[in-house]
Every structure is written in structure tokens, then in C-alpha cells.
């Protein structure tokens, strides 16, 4: 039986932040390693991890909207690997801000596709993280121009598609398992990125592979521990354990790989941060209202 809140759940929670954190600082650690390449072990991991565990009948692979699992894996993918590449061009901090930007551009998406009713408060907290955001990415220069860099747009755009991949994951829930949904993107991501990583001239030597490997099981254990800890908690004991994975990720960054963050980069990402675990917050407490109608 679920139990709501429960030390078990949140003890999940805690892990798997601590395992986005470890794949984060891994990833940055093989900023000399082709992006292709880490892309790629990362989902091949993810393949033979929940193919094994399906094997051995741990757990129950259900797909059933197998278009709706392609787009998935295909939007995921690209989240990924965008989000690894901005890792190593702009450092994992700022990174992580950017991609886990993402429940203010579910909640636009949400808005401009699906139709659906945006409350005044969330209103607000959209606008609190898109300052946020201007203050992250942009920089006043001497010259007196603001700046806006090729990869935190490609950041940015990892949020975007990360958004895009959850609205799809709404969608599949009634159907298919967490299990199915990460298997998809894994399968998916092994594929487009099988050829990439394999062409030299792309990827240049590969060095430190059991670092690779560690990247792989770092990521599928902090997914697979997040979707248990999902079955344990509700999703507002969740989301704000999930939010403090950029928090983590900025912390390691300064202090492990000398990252340097400007006041107004700072102020920025708390205003990301806490307008995000805002809309979080929101989304699980109409879902809970809609529940009980």
C-alpha cells in the first residue's frame, strides 16, 4: 500500500538526487569526451539495465501506445543530449538551472496546445521564472550590448524538449508503465546515437571508459529511483526533492570544478529554482483537487 510522505519514499527521493548530482559531475569531469559518445553509453546502459531487471521479472515492460513511446524517446533523447553538451560548454550549474527550467515551458505548452486554464498565481510564477532566466543567460557587457550565447540557447532548448517529453509522459501514463516510458527513450537514444558515437572523425579517442560506464548507471539508477519514489510519495512530497537537484548541481559545480557564478547569475537561479518548485507545487495541488471532485 502507498503511504503518503513516507520515510521509505523520501529516503528514494534523496537517493536519486544524489545520483543526478553524481551523473551531473561525471559528465562534466569528461568535458574531453565527445558528447556522442556519452550520449550514447548513457543509453545503452539504460537498455541493458531494465532489460535484465525485465528478464529476471523485477519489473513488468507494458507498452501500449507505441507512437506516443517513439515521439517520447526521440524528445528525450535530444533533452539528454542537449543537456550534456551544455554541461561541458557552460559548466553544470548554469546547466542544470537551464534544463530543469522545464515546468515553465510545460505550463506554456500546456497553455498554447493543450488549451488549458492558467491560474493567475502560476501566471505569475511563469513570469518570476523567465527573469530569472534573463538574468542567467544574459550579460551586460562593456561595450554596453546584452549577450546571449550559443549553448544556453541549446540549454534552454533542452528545457523546451524535456517540457515537450512530459506532456507526452502525461499521456502515456494511462497506459503504459514508468518502466515502458524509460525503456523507450533508452532504446531510442541507443539508436540514434549507435552510429554518431562509432565514427572517429566525430568523436575523436575515447579515454576513461569505466567513467563512461559510470555515467550510465548513475542515470539509470537516479531514474529508476525516482520512479519508485514516486509510488511512495505524492507528487508535492516529490517535486521539491527534484528541484534540488540544479541547487545540488550548482554547489558542486562552484566548489568541485570552480565554476564561477556572478550576483546576478545567483539571484537569477533562485528565482528559477523557487518559481519552479512553484509551479510544481501548483500542478500536484489542482491534480489532487480534480481527484477529489
Same mark, same amino acid.
Given at each position: 500500500m502507498k503511504k503518503e510522505g513516507s520515510t521509505y519514499g523520501i529516503f528514494l527521493m534523496i537517493l536519486s538526487?544524489?545520483?543526478?548530482?553524481?551523473?551531473?559531475?561525471?559528465?562534466?569531469?569528461?568535458?574531453?569526451?565527445?558528447?556522442?559518445?556519452?550520449?550514447?553509453?548513457?543509453?545503452?546502459?539504460?537498455?541493458?539495465?531494465?532489460?535484465?531487471?525485465?528478464?529476471?521479472?523485477?519489473?513488468?515492460l507494458k507498452f501500449v501506445r507505441s507512437p506516443l513511446l517513439l515521439l517520447r524517446g526521440i524528445t528525450g533523447t535530444v533533452s539528454v543530449a542537449l543537456f550534456y553538451l551544455a554541461i561541458v560548454k557552460i559548466g553544470m550549474g548554469k546547466a542544470s538551472v537551464y534544463s530543469y527550467s522545464y515546468p515553465l515551458f510545460a505550463s506554456l505548452?500546456?497553455?498554447?496546445?493543450?488549451?488549458?486554464?492558467?491560474?493567475?498565481?502560476?501566471?505569475?510564477?511563469m513570469l518570476l521564472a523567465l527573469i530569472g532566466i534573463v538574468l542567467v543567460s544574459f550579460q551586460f557587457?562593456?561595450?554596453?550590448?546584452?549577450?546571449?550565447?550559443?549553448?544556453?540557447?541549446?540549454?534552454?532548448?533542452?528545457?523546451?524538449?524535456n517540457a515537450i517529453s512530459i506532456l507526452i509522459v502525461k499521456k502515456l501514463h494511462g497506459t503504459d508503465n514508468s518502466y515502458a516510458i524509460f525503456f523507450a527513450q533508452s532504446i531510442v537514444g541507443f539508436w540514434l546515437f549507435l552510429v554518431p558515437a562509432n565514427?572517429?572523425?566525430?568523436?575523436?579517442? =575515447?579515454?576513461?571508459?569505466?567513467?563512461? $560506464? #559510470?555515467?550510465?548507471?548513475?542515470?539509470?539508477?537516479? !531514474?529508476?529511483?525516482?520512479?519508485?519514489?514516486?509510488?511512495?510519495?505524492?507528487?508535492?512530497?516529490?517535486?521539491?526533492?527534484?528541484?534540488?537537484?540544479?541547487?545540488v548541481n550548482v554547489i558542486i559545480g562552484v566548489f568541485v570544478f570552480n565554476e564561477v557564478f556572478s550576483t546576478q547569475e545567483i539571484i537569477g537561479s533562485s528565482f =528559477?529554482?523557487?518559481?519552479?518548485?512553484? $509551479? #510544481?507545487?501548483?500542478?500536484?495541488?489542482?491534480?489532487? !483537487?480534480?481527484?477529489?471532485i
Open positions: 538526487v544524489i545520483a543526478f548530482g553524481i551523473m551531473a559531475s561525471l559528465v562534466r569531469s569528461m568535458s574531453h569526451v565527445s558528447t556522442y559518445i556519452t550520449v550514447f553509453v548513457r543509453f545503452a546502459i539504460g537498455v541493458g539495465i531494465v532489460g535484465i531487471l525485465a528478464m529476471m521479472r523485477k519489473i513488468d505548452l500546456s497553455a498554447i496546445v493543450l488549451k488549458e486554464k492558467i491560474q493567475t498565481t502560476k501566471w505569475l510564477m557587457t562593456k561595450a554596453g550590448n546584452w549577450s546571449f550565447g550559443w549553448f544556453d540557447f541549446l540549454a534552454m532548448l533542452s528545457a523546451v524538449t565514427l572517429p572523425e566525430l568523436t575523436g579517442p =575515447v579515454t576513461s571508459s569505466y567513467v563512461l $560506464i #559510470l555515467i550510465g548507471l548513475a542515470s539509470a539508477c537516479a !531514474q529508476l529511483l525516482n520512479t519508485e519514489g514516486y509510488r511512495h510519495v505524492s507528487i508535492a512530497t516529490g517535486s521539491p526533492f527534484h528541484m534540488l537537484i540544479p541547487i =528559477v529554482v523557487m518559481a519552479c518548485l512553484g $509551479i #510544481l507545487r501548483l500542478n500536484s495541488r489542482m491534480q489532487t !483537487q480534480v481527484k477529489h
